[in-house]
């Protein structure tokens, strides 16, 4: 028996790696403004990014790590097969 929640996860990673490695190709002022942008959805009013998104590695994994969660959000097993 294949686990349902096994496929979304890793539905979830691939959708996520592709929101990486888009974003990899990105300028420093972009990655920055989208993390702010991330940041306005989900209720945070800083003008400026915190000092645990600083480097660009920071900033990749949290859009990265934003992306599997939203895709886990909205995604289903059927969607995923």
């Known amino acids: 028996m294949i ?14 790696k592709e929101v990486a490695m888009k974003w990899e190709k ?5 990655l920055s403004a989208y993390c702010l942008e991330i940041l306005k959805e989900i209720g945070c009013t800083d ?5 645990n998104l600083q480097t ?3 900033q990749l994994n949290f859009i990265t ?8 959000e909205v995604q ?3 969607s995923c097969n």
């Open 56 to 58: 660009r590695e920071q």
């Open 47 to 51: 003008t400026q990014l915190p000092n």
């Open 3 to 16: 686990n349902p929640v096994t496929n979304v996860i890793r539905c979830n990673l691939e959708k996520a």
């Open 26 to 30: 990105a300028s420093g002022n972009e």
């Open 65 to 72: 790590g934003f992306a599997s969660f939203a895709f886990g």
């Open 76 to 78: 289903n097993v059927q």
